[in-house]
């Protein structure tokens, strides 16, 4: 019940903090200066905050939280694991080390191709870092806390899935930067990131709540990214920024951990 009750907690403030607090900050602020402020950041809508958007992700961190303490469950592999050998775990290289990367690294292929994506290789290449930042952080800081033991018994860093998480936060990014262009692009990614999933569940590396807690954590961390651009793009770019009303003023804060605590790093330059 700890473990529950610590990352449920944990999940509110990734979602509420910072994602909430500054896009509802840069709405306000870019509603009184709509007038008379012309950015470079593009994107327009998929830079709002919207309380809908955190139905999905956080439908998913619960399902995973919740389901992690119910044992049929959480066991659910789907046929595609070997729970009798679970003590045995896989070595050396395996196919999800890679193919986790598939979705995010989909961007790229597609905007060396020609097709044309909401953000600029510069400014979806930030997003993207601070996606993988948020995403890595959040899982890295759960595992701590929850201290679940994986299903081949190798440690107790199972829940939640790191690779899940990376691969739902790339799916994610992909289908933000291309919803305008098909909505299948946005499919093929989350495709790709269900597989790493499955994936991770037939190697006896994760429970089926392990790999669902990741995907949530990985979609909320790549739209918190999105909410915040705004804020980190005038704090990295203000030089190129004019805007009558907020000058120069930029305002970013980010999680981190470093082995030994996690926080909240804020930057203000004025």
Not at 53 to 69: C, D, E, F, M, R
Not at 107 to 126: C, P, Q, T
Not at 179 to 201: E, F, N, Q
């Amino acid at each position: 019940m700890r473990r529950l009750v610590s990352f449920i907690l944990l999940a509110a403030l990734v979602a509420l903090m910072p994602g909430k607090v500054y896009a509802q900050w840069l709405v306000q602020k870019d509603t009184l200066a709509a007038h008379n402020c012309t950015t470079v950041c593009k994107g327009g809508d998929s830079h709002k905050f919207r309380p809908q958007q955190l139905i999905a992700p956080a439908a998913l961190l619960a399902v995973g939280a919740i389901g992690s303490t119910i044992d049929d469950f959480k066991e659910i592999d789907f046929g595609l694991a070997d729970r009798g050998h679970h003590k045995t775990p896989h070595s050396g290289f395996v196919a999800e080390d890679l193919v986790q990367y598939v979705p995010a690294a989909g961007f790229y292929a597609l905007k060396l191709s020609g097709v044309k994506s909401v953000h600029n290789y510069r400014d979806a290449s930030v997003i993207l870092v601070a996606s993988y930042g948020i995403t890595a952080v959040a899982t890295k800081v759960v595992k701590e806390i929850a201290g679940v033991q994986r299903p081949n018994g190798v440690d107790d860093k199972s829940f939640p899935s790191g690779h899940s998480a990376v691969a739902f936060m790339g799916a994610e990014f992909l289908r933000m930067e291309y919803k305008d262009v098909s909505p299948w692009i946005g499919v093929a990614g989350y495709a790709v990131a269900t597989g790493t999933a499955l994936a991770r569940i037939g190697h006896n590396e994760h429970w089926l709540t392990d790999v669902v807690a990741g995907a949530g954590i990985g979609i909320l961390g790549t739209r918190v990214a999105y909410w915040i651009y705004p804020s980190v793009q005038r704090l990295l770019f203000g030089k190129i920024f004019k805007c009558k009303d907020m000058g120069n003023t930029a305002f970013m804060g980010l999680p981190y951990y470093d082995g030994t605590g996690a926080g909240v790093s804020l930057a203000l330059r004025f």
